[in-house]
């Protein structure tokens, strides 16, 4: 087993590390180190225009919002309890016909079973064929896709893959996730998200990444820039296609799948399925096979319930005797606004908690920090604002607190989507005024 970068092109001959997908911590590091001066990222841009983070008044400081009507009742449920049969999968891991390093990887991550999607998206991918998955977040979907890409960019030297997500964070998991399942064999990868400096990524895409995985916006701009050859990539994954086109990507991702080469394998990875993206898959994939392991839905394994207050000073109190409470271990807590959250932040650092912020305003090394401290256990509460919190994964949340209500139920549903991952259970818990 290789244990050191090399490219497996020996034709580019490069024995730098940084990028490897089996070199995980070096890659990451560098991304970090490498954070330079923000530009404007699209889902940064999304937080202060689009329709859900536009009407979030963030760039107004805190004015008049939109905000859809949602009964309080749709904030109550309490989490099934009905035990839902284990799913039994068709296939273990060591039946799918990969690569046997990639197996050996999937058991060192501990996985031990196929999940629903991944037992009925390995196979298809592994024909050859394009696929539609529709899952939530948390169903396991990016070893379903990254496990048989993977496979593929080991055994034809001339595919590359370009994966498309909606957020920095999301890409950021995704590269992740082939650093550990693709360790050691040695696939060059660059990461191209905004935020971060062009200049590194311009250099990591000159040592011609078999993986690009990026936010649309930042792929568009080195495809304007020329340096991102689009034509050479033939394997496409687009994550959470709702979602990017519910952030305003659709002619961005138009655009760059129109240029990659025609003979090419598709996936598409989607929480809902509306018109529009029903028209974007027909335009863009050949023959989809559709997977759909929707029921199950996340929220469902989520106790739900709202904590009512009367001004402003009841209400942080309630919210602190909750935290302070044993089985709030680990919390996301929500609110409108970059002020909003920063204020918060500030309150709950003042009273002594473990808490750090992400919102649009911060870096993406700030951001990928407070999430890294939450999963280290250095912190135990993040707040966030909607658009920063989109695609985090950490599996461990206890609670997640609307300390302010959501723009959107499909928001909702998504905030309340960060716990209760991976089969564990979760509270949500939305504050209302009396
Ligand atoms: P994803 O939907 O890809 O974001 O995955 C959600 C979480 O489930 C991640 O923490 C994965 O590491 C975990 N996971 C995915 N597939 C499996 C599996 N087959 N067995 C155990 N955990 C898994």
């Given at each position: ?17 940084h ?41 107004r ?28 999968p ?16 999937v ?10 999607i ?131 990507f ?37 023959d ?15 106790s ?12 942080m ?49 700030q ?16 707040v ?16 997640v ?17 960060r716990?209760?991952?991976a ?12």
């Amino acid at each position: 087993m290789q244990s050191s970068y090399s490219h497996s092109d020996s034709r580019r001959g490069s024995s730098s590390g940084h990028s490897s997908v089996h070199g995980a911590a070096g890659r990451t590091s560098a991304g970090h180190t490498s954070f330079g001066p923000r530009t404007p990222h699209p889902a940064q841009r999304h937080e202060r225009h689009s329709p859900q983070g536009g009407r979030n008044p963030a760039s107004r400081g805190g004015g008049a919002r939109a905000k859809q009507f949602i009964h309080p009742s749709r904030f109550i449920q309490e989490a099934k309890t009905v035990e839902k049969a284990e799913y039994v999968p068709v296939n273990a891991f060591e039946d799918f016909a990969v690569h046997k390093k990639i197996l050996d990887n999937v058991r060192l991550k501990g996985f031990l079973k196929p999940s629903p999607i991944q037992d009925q998206t390995i196979p298809l991918v592994l024909q050859g064929k394009d696929v539609v998955g529709i899952a939530n977040t948390g169903t396991g979907k990016t070893a379903a896709f990254a496990i048989p890409m993977l496979h593929d960019l080991i055994t034809n030297m001339d595919h590359r893959a370009i994966i498309m997500a909606p957020t920095r964070e999301l890409a950021e998991q995704i590269l992740q996730e082939c650093f550990t399942f693709g360790k050691g064999c040695g696939l060059r990868s660059a990461l191209l998200i905004g935020g971060a400096s062009m200049h590194l990524q311009k250099r990591d895409l000159r040592y011609n990444p078999r993986i690009v995985v990026g936010t649309p916006g930042r792929i568009q701009d080195h495809v304007r820039q020329g340096t991102l050859l689009l034509p050479f990539f033939n394997f496409a994954v687009l994550d959470e296609v709702d979602r990017m086109l519910d952030m305003g990507f659709i002619n961005d991702i138009g655009d760059i799948l129109s240029k990659i080469s025609k003979d090419r394998q598709s996936l598409f990875f989607s929480a809902t399925m509306e018109p529009k993206i029903e028209k974007l898959i027909q335009k863009f994939s050949r023959d989809p096979v559709t997977v759909s392991v929707k029921e199950g839905a996340t929220v469902d394994n989520v106790s739900q319930n709202v904590v009512y207050y009367s001004g402003s000073n009841d209400k942080m109190d309630k919210l602190h005797d909750l935290l302070i409470g044993a089985e709030c271990s680990k919390t996301i807590i929500f609110d409108d606004t970059k002020r909003a959250v920063e204020r918060l932040g500030r309150e709950l650092n003042a009273r002594g908690f473990k808490v750090d912020e992400i919102h649009g305003d911060k870096s993406q090394a700030q951001r990928s920090r407070a999430i890294k401290r939450l999963k280290a256990d250095e912190i135990n509460i993040l707040v966030a604002t909607d658009v920063a919190a989109r695609g985090i994964d950490v599996s461990d949340i206890t609670h997640v607190i609307n300390y302010s209500t959501p723009n959107t139920y499909d928001d909702y549903c998504h905030r309340i989507g960060r716990t209760a991952r991976a089969g564990k259970s979760g509270i949500a818990l939305t504050f209302l005024p009396r």
